[in-house]
């Protein structure tokens, strides 16, 4: 049995694990994290899980050692900021830990500092979070003490670009256009901004273009494969009116010639045993829908003969894949099962 408990389980990401594990015989939820909805019952917020849950939400106390008895793995779904000490506290007794937040997916702690606009108060245990991209970093992940579970855009974006910057495809690239669409529960909850049904129902607008903070941990994961800085992200995020679901349609200019069956090929050959990716066949388009409610990953390649760009497109659940999916991936690997363990579900269409 894998003893959890849960930091901010009444949030979206935070209750989609939660739909995921209450499924698990071998996974028991010790406790679910909560802020305001503190006190209320799992399934007043979630009566999706009714049957399943009876517990409440609760405050979650991390001074307190009893808290951490007995447990095998702490999940934090809080707010970038807020996470950076309860990863900490867990790591400190010696808990494991995945953090779906920001707080431990960048390197460098200036870095974070600038894109953030918050002082990282553990830097030093920055160097011990693996970044969670399974796909990219299995055996990291098997030993992690601390995983940083990547952010939604990112994991479309980078499993959409990891073969082709594995195979030097993007050396010499100054930079690529990420065009990504977002479904509205990618802002959480406790709604950002002005969600309201009236703005955002029959509507498409970009945001943060350019200056959105997934940028630079897209292009630190790059540059790892690349060896070296090298290629910018132009990322440009929309939001469109999905409940879920991300689509990243990546442009980048070929430095050299290469057919649309070789480039097939290469993500076929790179992504070969991994249990989630799906490369379409030619001529079938990613569809959101397609992978919404699993943790699949669909990706198309195309290259445009006539002006050497090459297109790829990539959908993701980004509650699933995006986040609790991904996190229930990681866990699996870190606790000796299979992979695909309480994870096969397949999207839900139409
Ligand atoms: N939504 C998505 O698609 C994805 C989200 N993530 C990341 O997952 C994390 C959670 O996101 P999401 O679920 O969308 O956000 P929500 O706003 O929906 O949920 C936030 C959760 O954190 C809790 N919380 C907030 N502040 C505190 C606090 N001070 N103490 C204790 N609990 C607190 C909230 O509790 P309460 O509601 O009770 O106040 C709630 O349970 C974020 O870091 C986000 O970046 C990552 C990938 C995708
Ligand atoms: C639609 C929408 O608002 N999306 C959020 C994604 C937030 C998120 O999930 O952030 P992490 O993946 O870094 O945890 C945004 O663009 O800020």
């Known amino acids: 049995m894998i003893e959890v408990g849960i930091l901010g389980a009444s949030g979206y990401a935070g209750s989609e694990l939660v739909r995921l594990l209450v499924q698990r015989e071998d996974v028991q939820l010790n406790f679910l994290g909560a802020?305001?909805?503190?006190?209320?019952?799992?399934?007043?917020?979630?009566?999706?899980?009714?049957?399943?849950?009876i517990q409440d939400y609760e405050v979650v106390d991390l001074q307190d050692?009893?808290?951490?008895?007995?447990?095998?793995?702490?999940?934090?779904?809080?707010?970038?900021?807020?996470?950076q000490a309860a990863v900490a506290q867990a790591y400190q007794a010696g808990v494991r830990v995945i953090d779906f937040s920001a707080d431990y997916r960048l390197k460098s702690p200036k870095t974070y500092e600038g894109w953030y606009n918050t002082k990282h108060a553990y830097p030093k245990l920055l160097a011990e979070a693996v970044y969670g991209l399974i796909e990219l970093h299995r055996q990291a992940i098997?030993?992690?003490?601390?995983?940083?579970?990547?952010?939604?855009?990112p994991t479309a974006m980078l499993l959409g670009l990891a073969p082709l910057t594995q195979a030097g495809l993007l050396?010499?690239?100054?930079?690529?256009?990420?065009?990504?669409?977002?479904?509205?529960?990618g802002a959480g909850r406790n709604l950002q901004g002005h969600l309201l049904f009236t703005e955002v129902n029959e509507n498409v607008n970009p945001y943060a273009a350019g200056v959105?903070?997934?940028?630079?941990?897209?292009?630190?994961?790059?540059?790892?494969?690349?060896?070296s800085v090298q290629t910018q992200v132009n990322f440009i995020p929309h939001l469109v009116p999905t409940q879920r679901g991300i689509l990243?349609?990546?442009?980048?200019?070929?430095?050299?010639?290469?057919?649309?069956?070789?480039?097939r090929e290469m993500y076929q050959t790179f992504y070969k045993g991994a249990s989630f990716i799906r490369i379409l066949k030619e001529g079938i388009y990613p569809q959101m829908k397609a992978v919404t409610g699993s943790n699949y990953v669909d990706i198309q390649v195309q290259v445009n003969e006539r002006t050497g760009l090459i297109?790829?497109?990539?959908?993701i659940d980004n509650l699933i894949k995006g986040a609790a999916g991904q996190a229930v991936q990681n866990m699996n690997v870190m606790f000796n099962l299979p992979e695909e363990t309480g994870l096969t579900a397949i999207g839900l269409l139409p």
């Open 35 to 53: 802020n305001r909805q503190a006190g209320s019952a799992v399934s007043d917020l979630y009566p999706n899980i009714y049957q399943r849950l």
């Open 142 to 153: 098997e030993k992690a003490a601390i995983i940083a579970n990547p952010g939604c855009f």
């Open 212 to 227: 959105h903070r997934h940028t630079p941990e897209v292009e630190e994961q790059l540059h790892r494969l690349q060896g």
């Open 65 to 83: 050692p009893k808290t951490f008895n007995g447990l095998d793995l702490l999940f934090s779904c809080l707010p970038h900021g807020q996470s």
């Open 171 to 185: 050396d010499g690239v100054p930079s690529i256009i990420a065009d990504c669409k977002s479904g509205l529960s």
């Open 311 to 315: 297109y790829i497109f990539v959908v």
């Open 248 to 263: 990243a349609s990546l442009y980048v200019q070929a430095q050299e010639p290469i057919t649309e069956d070789e480039l």
